[in-house]
T-cell receptor, first 115, second 110 residues
Framework: DARVTQTPRDKVTEMGQEVTMRCQPI?????VFWYRQTMMQGLELLAY????????DSGMPKDRFSAEMPDATLATLKIQPSEPRDSAVYFC?????????????FGEGSWLTVV | QKEVEQNSGPLSVPEGAIASLNCTYS??????FFWYRQYSGKSPELIMF????GDKEDGRFTAQLNKASQYVSLLIRDSQPSDSATYLC??????????FGTGTRLLVSP
């Protein structure tokens, strides 16, 4: 059963600490997205990669956020230093684009709380 | 203006009725559109996608696309309490990135 795997599922951290979230996309998918979801803003696109190359990270606060894809099986999203306003659910999604419907599939999310 | 807009709801319908969820988009370069369902505390899951003008049916779900009006809708026939969730509309822009609306919360009462 192919699925996107994210770690950690839950993270509580103190303001100022570094947070790293990891994502393993579905094998064979060439595009990986990072989204952040809050009640107020909904699902916001932070960054995405195609064939491991970053295509767009304009949705990401550059001073504290960074996204990388060191290999085809791992994408990372780092926040340093973290702030309470970063508390949200962070979703990774992957897809084969172009492909059938250009559909993407979501991981279960990383629930981040910064206190 | 957000690229994809939805009414946040909640939309309340009785069991067995048709639920109609709507979405508008601003980027005329958007090629395909998606409806995802998200239960509270869970991740979005794909219901269906559409890229041609007109209707596309899949079981109890029908997606409708009108590119001239930049309008997408999802109809759920014979609504069930288990359909109660937030429905997210998304558009695939010319850069092939998926942009989501904020979602419409649907409540189906028994």
């Amino acid at each position: 059963d192919a699925r996107v795997t994210q770690t950690p599922r839950d993270k509580v951290t103190e303001m100022g600490q570094e947070v790293t979230m990891r994502c393993q996309p579905i094998l064979g998918h060439n595009t990986v997205f990072w989204y952040r979801q809050t009640m107020m803003q909904g699902l916001e696109l932070l960054a995405y990669f195609r064939n491991r190359a970053p295509l767009d990270d304009s949705g990401m606060p550059k001073d504290r956020f960074s996204a990388e894809m060191p290999d085809a099986t791992l994408a990372t999203l780092k926040i340093q230093p973290s702030e309470p306003r970063d508390s949200a659910v962070y979703f990774c999604a992957s897809g084969l684009i172009p492909g059938p419907g250009n559909t993407i599939y979501f991981g279960e999310g990383s629930w981040l709380t910064v206190v | 203006q957000k690229e994809v807009e939805q009414n946040s709801g909640p939309l309340s319908v009785p069991e067995g009725a048709i639920a109609s969820l709507n979405c508008t988009y601003s980027d005329r370069g958007s090629q395909s559109f998606f409806w995802y369902r998200q239960y509270s505390g869970k991740s979005p899951e794909l219901i269906m996608f559409i890229y041609s003008n007109g209707d596309k049916e899949d079981g109890r779900f029908t997606a409708q696309l009108n590119k001239a009006s930049q309008y997408v809708s999802l109809l759920i026939r014979d609504s069930q309490p288990s359909d109660s969730a937030t429905y997210l509309c998304a558009g695939n822009t010319g850069f092939q990135k998926l942009v989501f609306g904020t979602g419409t919360r649907l409540l189906v009462s028994p």
